[in-house]
């Protein structure tokens, strides 16, 4: 199989197969994405998607049969069969997300074996990706279908540059939060370096979920997740716009057009084009129609609706009894205003061909687009691009994510019919002039960034964030990196290794209780081999109490540093800081008790010469808000320059200024010459010692960020297996 450099992926290829009379028959889809991905410059991709065709529908020799014939249009299928179709498509896809994402949280409906399904298809996909993408090439996912397959491909293909694209909206958390595999989700979308979103509202949703569920915050549209940063922003697609514009003066077109003005003379023509779906709102929009007639006489008998509803999901029961409340509307309606020469409403549930649309839109004087909630919606643009020179209204759904981009349509909330209806009175009353005004004004912006435009400028900052990941993990230690401090470690006869803890030696725990924190067995007896080894002197240099680090490593031969170098222990007795920190523990421990009563989930850890306020428990949002006001609060309070107010991982400490890691490291490798020395930590506090060793030592940051250190390993369990490594050798 050849590996490519760009993989696009999306549910559906845009080469459709069927079988026609025992045949296999291969068409090309007319659908908005792959017209944009065609225009890419780059050819050196694949697009890996399913053909459309059920796999227990093939046999062996038809499915190679597809792939043959698939890979001379640069397509490459997922074969599913067709319980994993009903289960992850029909089901998790459509029956569980796109409600829920829609606001339609009631309709939603949440089966183990939807999410069995959905979880086994994105592997599959997983699976066709792996298999033609170069190891460092560029992967772009599309949609909802397929949110769990970014982070498989980032522990399959760490190198790898991920994009993903939402193309539906991204609800905010109250309505996020009901899914019950949320987590799971967020975390299958961080695996990309690139998210993308229709508008930025969409965006902050997400964001505001990673942050009340996952605890991750961020800056400007960037997060930290997983020794990465994944970047968040917003691109509103377009459309081919030259291909409406050219499409007005084909014939087919031209003919089409005239047969609609010669059909409706007389009359003005609202049109409404939509998949049959209940977030399009169609039923209000029936009902803001009937108030129109209803309200302003004088229109009766002078304009029409004509309704075009393409069939969609027509085998599940909520879009079939969608499709009859529709239809016996349109029929109420129609009986009750309609005369021998009259219907008010045109209805038709079909698939039009595309001259067809088009000679629809131009002729339409209003175009009637309200969904209740729709993350683009591309019939508004369509519809705009195809009135060249020729008046037209467009009323616009305030729900749709197009409004941004068109405020000089009449915006309108789907919800109030009675809003709606004046709408439509307003736009049968507006002038040829401010008609043409506002569609000139539209049609400048759409011209401008177009369907192509927008899939060029997701690439060209994928490229980006993939090259900023690269630029961001220059330190990440290498293989080679790894193999020679092995070496220099073996080949040294005096070694001192000086080693923080939480976060380097042991994950982060919920509460800085000693009973939480304290080392297993295996670390214990890990520790105890470095330090018995006769060529090494091991230290721990930590911000915990020194009765904590003594209990946890009684029977260790281990120097230990407690409460950031405030206390040392060398040859088994204590030594502290001439410091006196006691005054100004009793003025700041009140502030700290304040915000402990006011927060639930924080807490306060008092040390001799520290005070720490944990806020690793409270609601993430919450979280953020109270620490930035607890320093600021501290900072007003404190009035010695000798004393500091520091941020850590998910602390808040007040601590003197002159205790720091960076002189305890000092002292130790003063009184410890030796010809190998090892550093490892994780937070600010550690950058100290980073900062005051020696050049030639091998100092090591555990996780990511910034730092002084000279590698970087991912997480404390890559650490510790450095260390259990190191632990074996003589």
Request: glycine share 6%.
């Amino acid at each position: 199989m050849p590996r490519y450099n760009l993989v696009i992926v999306s549910n559906r290829l845009p080469i459709n197969v069927s079988r026609k009379n025992g045949k296999l028959i291969f068409e090309e889809s007319a659908g908005g994405l792959a017209r944009a991905m065609s225009s890419l410059e780059q050819q050196d991709r694949i697009w890996v998607g399913w053909p459309g065709i059920a796999a227990d529908d093939l046999t062996e020799e038809e499915k190679v049969e597809v792939e043959t014939e698939l890979a001379a249009f640069g397509c490459y299928p997922v074969h599913l069969a067709s319980e994993q179709v009903e289960q992850f498509y029909e089901g998790y896809s459509n029956d569980t997300l796109w409600p829920l994402f829609h606001y339609f949280q009631s309709l939603s409906h949440h089966r183990d074996e939807y999410w069995a399904a959905y979880q086994e298809v994105n592997r599959l996909f997983a699976d066709a990706v792996e298999s033609c993408s170069e190891q460092s090439g560029s992967i772009w996912v599309h949609d909802y279908h397929l949110m769990m397959l970014p982070g498989i491909l980032r522990e399959r293909l760490a190198r790898a540059t991920i994009g993903f694209f939402l193309h539906i909206p991204f609800p905010s958390f109250e309505i996020y939060r009901l899914l019950p595999q949320r987590k799971e989700l967020l975390r299958g979308l961080l695996g990309a370096d690139l998210i993308g979103f229709h508008i930025y509202d969409y965006a902050r949703h997400f964001l505001s979920s990673c942050l009340r569920l996952l605890g991750l915050s961020s800056y400007q549209g960037l997060l930290e997740y997983d020794g990465r940063t994944v970047k968040t922003d917003a691109y509103p697609i377009g459309i081919d716009y030259d291909k409406f514009r050219n499409a007005l003066s084909e014939g087919s077109v031209k003919k089409s057009i005239s047969a609609l003005n010669e059909s409706h003379k007389g009359q003005k023509l609202i049109i409404s084009v939509d998949r049959l779906d209940y977030s399009k709102g169609i039923p209000e929009r029936l009902e803001a129609f009937r108030i129109l007639l209803a309200d302003y006489p004088q229109f009766r008998e002078k304009v029409r609706l004509v309704m075009v509803a393409v069939p969609s999901r027509t085998e599940v029961e909520t879009y079939q009894n969608l499709r009859d409340q529709i239809e016996q509307t349109v029929s109420r309606i129609n009986g009750e205003y309609g005369t021998v020469d009259w219907a008010p409403i045109s209805y038709q549930f079909q698939n039009l061909p595309f001259e067809e649309v088009v000679a629809l839109y131009a002729a339409a004087d209003v175009a009637l687009v309200t969904p209740i909630r729709d993350g683009m919606n591309l019939v508004a643009k369509e519809y705009v691009a195809s009135k060249q020179n020729k008046p037209g209204v467009l009323i616009l759904s305030e729900m749709t994510g197009a409004i941004d981009e068109l405020p000089e349509a009449l915006s309108i909330n789907p919800s109030d019919a009675k809003s709606v209806a004046e709408a439509m009175h307003h736009a049968l009353r507006m002038s040829k002039r401010e008609q043409l005004r506002r569609l000139s004004v539209m049609q400048r912006r759409l011209k401008s960034y177009t369907v192509q435009a927008w899939a060029n400028d997701f690439l060209q900052d994928l490229e980006a964030a993939g090259g900023k990941r690269e630029q961001q993990h220059k330190k990440r230690m290498t293989a080679s990196e790894r193999q020679a401090l092995v070496d220099a470690y073996r080949s040294a006869s005096s070694r001192l290794i000086i080693l923080d803890y939480d976060g380097t030696l042991k994950d982060f725990v919920p509460s800085p209780r000693a009973l939480m924190a304290q080392p297993s067995l295996k670390l214990r007896r890990m520790l105890k081999r470095l330090a018995t080894n006769d060529a090494n002197q091991l230290a721990i240099v930590s911000g915990r109490p020194r009765k904590a680090l003594e209990r946890w490593f009684r029977g260790i031969d281990v120097t230990l540093i407690a409460e950031h170098g405030a206390w040392t222990r060398y040859d088994g007795k204590w030594t502290h800081t001439d410091n006196d920190f006691k005054h100004v523990k009793k003025q700041l421990k009140p502030i700290l008790a304040k915000y402990v009563s006011r927060t639930a989930g924080s807490e306060i850890e008092e040390k001799d010469y520290s005070l720490v306020w944990h806020y690793r428990n409270v609601v993430p949002e919450l979280a953020y808000v109270r620490a930035a006001e607890i320093k600021r609060e501290l900072v007003e309070v404190i009035s010695s320059d000798e004393i500091g107010v520091f941020s850590g991982d998910k602390v808040i400490e007040i601590k003197p200024n002159d205790i720091n890691k960076g002189y305890a490291a000092s002292e130790l490798e003063a009184v410890y010459q030796s010809e190998f020395i090892l550093c490892a930590g994780d937070d600010y506090t550690d950058e100290d010692m980073f900062r005051d060793l020696p050049a030639e030592a091998y100092t090591i940051k555990v996780g990511p960020g910034d730092t002084r250190a000279h590698a970087q390993l991912a997480s404390v369990t890559e650490m510790t297996t450095l260390l259990e490594e190191l632990s074996y050798l003589e």
